[in-house]
């Protein structure tokens, strides 16, 4: 292997070596000029240099290995079109490709514990067992997560210990929502954080949302029932 790579290696310099005298790159100033030059004199007038003065062309794969190359010898052409990248016949429309993401539409989702029947216009991104975040194309980078969890604390101990991450000492009241009433605060300017406790004993239903405003996601809250 470290034989292949010292071959591979001084091929790679001897090909460049070959490359320098080919495109005129002589220390003798006298009778050589730098290739672009000799490019930029036979550029037609639309500025593409014409195929047959195109020597320099070694990685295009629309070049062949021609002029000065030819005198070369059979190994630097070998050694120059080694060094070409051919992509596999599957990726020659990669440009044209056209990727669609579209989110799912709304429509009743089931977590554990909750249901949403958001209205139109708030779409599925992601959803889980026990999880589903929405989003909202008239409310740009909105996200709204809704999570139906275990939790050791109430929905009020939880929100108090959460407002810590921020410093502490926010705002917590208490908003109701369609048949819901929530704890709620917001911690940082474009984040809402809302929970209540659950159906069951030990859970808890959070609600967390980014780049949205409460009278904004109020439609979709409305929507939640517990179950």
């Known amino acids: ?81 080694s060094l070409r990248l051919n992509l596999p016949e599957e990726y020659d429309n990669a440009g044209a490709m056209e990727v669609e993401a579209t989110a799912q539409e709304s429509g009743p989702v089931d977590i554990t514990g909750a249901t949403i029947d958001a209205p139109e216009g708030w779409n599925v991104e992601s959803s889980s067992e026990k999880s589903v975040e929405y ?42 929502i369609g048949d819901i009433t929530y704890y709620h605060f917001s911690p940082v300017d474009g984040q809402e954080v809302l929970t209540t406790d659950g159906t069951e004993e030990g859970t808890v239903l959070h609600i967390y949302s980014m780049s949205a405003s409460l009278d904004e996601i109020t439609p979709l809250l409305e929507t939640i029932t517990l179950k």
């Not at 996200?143 to 502490?168: C, L, P, R």
């Open 1 to 81: 292997m470290k034989n292949k790579l010292k071959f591979l290696a001084l091929s790679l310099c001897f090909a460049m070596t070959l490359s320098l005298y080919a495109c005129g790159e002589s220390t003798d100033d006298s009778t050589s000029e730098p290739a672009q030059e000799t490019a930029e004199a036979t550029a037609d007038e639309t500025g593409e240099v014409p195929e047959e003065d195109a020597d320099y062309c070694i990685y295009s794969a629309d070049c062949s290995v021609s002029g000065p190359y030819e005198e070369l010898g059979d190994l630097t052409e070998q050694i120059v079109k």
């Open 135 to 176: 989003s909202n194309a008239d409310i740009m980078y909105s996200s709204v997560d809704i999570d139906y969890m275990t939790n050791t604390q109430s929905a009020e101990e939880w929100i108090n210990s959460y407002d810590g991450n921020f410093g502490g000492g926010n705002e917590i009241d208490q908003v109701t």
